[in-house]
Structure formats: structure tokens, C-alpha cells
């Protein structure tokens, strides 16, 4: 069902890592996972650089050679700082997809990076040394998979995922109240379940994934905001250049800039 929805990040763009001096090498999970992990990725820096990135409703764990980080929910857009030159390796999860390896309540990590200690597993604390480990990208890129498979909990789908697939599939734009009756649960225990395994509530989970699609759309077209917002059931114009202004702190020309430039103007 995720694969219904692609995460959008404008530093990840072609435009967007040459104007922070970045490259990327990318891949996709094996079969088994591919519905659980977005992708593994591994950022080449040339030199000491911010990393921006947009709220999506994912979580990821970011690998350097001296550790790692796990990301919880962003609901604004932040700067992971790439303090060195050299290579950072990560992992992306889809949306709601880690409790299917830890029994994890995202809610504590919020808007947080955390380290190690916060996945119960004594294994991961030195999971950066066995990916570096490896010359290549694709070699650490399957130590990854082949630690993620020893700690998946194969789960039925449920009435969590239903829930989270009908957000994903209206790109955030269904009711609570419908989505609740779709899955047949009280509005208060479906909100309980999203804020442990997204982070965020219902509703704010929903706003951030209809936030995503705008972002992804008005990042190639920024001055299409009306359409946009009409396509997306906000009420008007000004109710998504206020998104803007609540998630990325900027309008949509110049969040696109940002990343469309050669210079770095925070």
C-alpha cells in the first residue's frame, strides 16, 4: 500500500543536491521489504553542509561512521548537519512501517533525533561499524537489509493499515470522522494508534501528507498555488501559502530557490 506514496524531498532532486554539494547513490529494498522501506540511500558530502529536510510523515535512521541517529516525526522543516565532508548512509521507512521490526511509541521522538539507545536492540549500536565496513554502497546496502530481515515481525494486515493506506491514498484529504467509520474505530482509539506509530495524530498525520503532495507539486510550479490548492481541498490560496509558512517557515518560490541555486540563503 505505501508504494501508493512517494515521500518527496527537494534535497534529494538533481537540482537540489548540486546546490549543496551533494550526490547520491540510491536503491530500492528486496521484495520482502519493499512495502516497509522507502529506500537506502548514502549521501556523498564534498564539504560541511545542512541537510534540509521536509516533513513527510516518514521516520529514518542516518549512518555515519562514528553512529547513529534515528529521526522521529518532522512536523517543520529542519537541517540535519553534515558537520564533515565524506559519506552518510541512511535507511527510509515508509510511514508507520518500524513497528513491524520494534516495539516502539514514535510519539517520544517527535520532532526529536535520538541515538541508539532508543531501538531495544544491543545490535544496533554497532550496526554503523558493520556497514562501513563494506567498500561499496550496494554491499552495505544489503548488510542493512539482512539486519532489517532478522528483526522483521511479520504482522496481517490490519485496521491500523487500512486506516494509514485510505490517508495515503486520498493524499490526506479524507474526513477523520469517515476514516474511523471506514475501519471501525472510535476517532479517540485511531488517534491513539497513529501517535504511536507515525508520531502524529490522526489529523496531523493526514495534514502532512496532503502538505507532501503540495510540496512535491508546487516545488516543479510554484506559482500554481491555486490549482494546487484546489486539487487538494484546502479552502483557498491563502489556507496553503499559510501550510507553507507553518511547515517550511517560507512560500513556495522561495522553499523551490532554495533548492534550484547555487548559493544558500537561510
Known amino acids: 500500500m505505501q508504494l501508493l506514496y512517494q515521500p518527496f524531498q527537494p ?10 554539494g551533494l550526490s547520491l547513490h540510491q536503491t530500492g529494498s528486496s521484495r520482502a521489504l519493499k512495502h516497509l522501506i522507502h529506500s537506502y540511500i548514502q549521501i556523498n558530502a564534498d564539504r560541511p553542509t545542512p541537510y534540509p529536510v521536509v516533513p513527510d510523515g516518514t521516520q529514518a535512521i542516518y549512518i555515519g561512521i562514528g553512529g ?3 529521526s522521529g516525526t518532522q512536523q517543520k522543516a529542519c537541517d540535519v548537519q553534515l558537520f564533515e565532508a565524506g559519506q552518510y548512509f541512511g535507511i527510509r521507512f515508509y510511514p508507520g512501517a518500524l513497528r513491524h521490526f520494534f516495539d516502539l511509541n514514535l510519539q517520544e521522538i517527535t520532532n526529536q533525533f535520538v ?37 522483521l515481525n511479520s504482522r496481517p494486515f490490519d485496521r491500523f493499515d487500512q486506516a494509514l493506506a485510505l490517508i495515503l491514498n ?11 467509520a471506514e475501519v471501525g474505530w472510535s ?16 489529523q496531523s498525520f493526514s495534514q502532512t501528507i496532503r502538505f507532501q503532495h503540495a510540496c512535491k507539486q508546487l516545488y516543479s510550479a510554484p506559482s500554481n498555488t491555486l490549482d494546487t ?38
Not at 479517540?188 to 490522526?202: A, C, D, E, V
Request: hydrophobic share 35%; aromatic share 12%.
Open 68 to 70: 547513529s541517529l534515528m
Open 170 to 180: 486520498s493524499s490526506g484529504t479524507i474526513r477523520i470522522e469517515r476514516l474511523a
Open 11 to 20: 534535497t534529494l532532486t538533481d537540482s537540489g543536491l548540486q546546490s549543496l
Open 187 to 202: 476517532s479517540r482509539h485511531l488517534n491513539r494508534m497513529f501517535r504511536r506509530h507515525t508520531g502524529l495524530s490522526t
Open 115 to 151: 541515538d541508539t539507545g532508543f531501538i531495544p536492540c544491543s545490535r544496533f549500536a554497532t550496526l554503523h561499524e558493520k556497514i562501513y565496513q563494506q567498500p561499496t554502497f550496494l554491499r552495505r546496502a544489503k548488510v542493512c537489509e539482512r539486519w532489517l530481515l532478522m528483526h
Open 229 to 266: 490548492a484546489i486539487e487538494l481541498g484546502y479552502f483557498d490560496q491563502s489556507h496553503l501559502l499559510n501550510d507553507y509558512k507553518k511547515y517550511l517557515h517560507r512560500n513556495p518560490s522561495i522553499f523551490a530557490n532554495r533548492f534550484k541555486s547555487d548559493f544558500y540563503n537561510p
